[in-house]
């Protein structure tokens, strides 16, 4: 069945450091993947999302990549913040499916 | 314009006994989809409606049901409730315009706790 596999599953970086985090996804006919950001005790947000038709997309300090080819995706958190800790989620939704598939999550510390 | 709603928030049940669970989604939202997250397992996904219409389903037994209403609202069932069915359930709706569900918007989920 479908998969996504999301790494590191912890991640601790310095204030003003990047973070990078990894996904994999299984299905070939995923289109569409979202990236939330959860809060300690609170709902999933969706913080950047990218379709298969686009390599790249950012929005201030975030980015995300994708490589189609490869089935990859990454986030890119670029000069690290303290309230940028949080759990993050990679997901992956296939045209017709009408399912957001998501990873693990990624536990990230940003010490200040 | 109001967030989704889920009740209840918390409770507790023990071996055997069900439970059902209650989504309201955001006004003009028609996709409800419902998510188990547990500690280091993510979000996995349980079903999604549409219109009334359950569209997909994920990999969970048949203790696990869900249900529609004409006003959107969604609800959730778990019968012969197993300890290991203790988890957050979490309800996402989305307006779906498109082939898939696109951003999901989450409420602040219903914690089960089976003792």
């Known amino acids: 069945g479908e998969n996504v596999e999301q790494h590191p599953s912890t991640l601790s970086v310095q204030e003003g450091d990047s973070a990078v985090i990894k996904c994999t996804y299984s299905d070939s006919a995923s289109n569409y993947f979202p990236w939330y950001k959860q809060e300690l005790g609170k709902r999933p947000q969706l913080i950047i999302d990218i379709r298969s038709n686009v390599g790249e997309k950012k929005d201030q300090r975030i980015a995300v990549t994708l490589n189609k080819t490869a089935k990859h995706f990454s986030l890119h958190i670029t000069e690290t913040q303290p309230e940028d800790s949080a759990v993050y989620f990679c997901?992956?939704?296939?045209?017709?499916?009408?399912?957001?598939?998501f990873g693990a999550g990624t536990r990230l510390f940003v010490k200040a | 314009k109001a967030g989704v709603t889920q009740t209840p928030r918390y409770l507790i049940k023990t071996r055997g006994q069900q439970v059902t669970l209650s989504c309201s989604p955001i006004s003009g939202h028609r996709s409800v989809s419902w998510y188990q997250q547990t500690p280091g397992q993510g979000l996995q996904f349980l079903f999604e409606y549409f219109s009334e219409t359950q569209r997909n389903k994920g990999n969970f037994p048949g203790r696990f049901s869900g249900r529609q209403f004409s006003n959107s609202r969604s609800e959730m069932n778990v019968s012969t409730l197993e300890l290991g069915d203790s988890a957050l359930y979490l309800c996402a709706s989305s307006l779906a315009q498109g082939l898939n569900t696109g951003e999901l918007f989450f409420g602040e989920g219903s914690r089960l706790t089976v003792l």
């Open positions: 997901a992956a939704g296939g045209t017709g499916g009408f399912k957001t598939i």
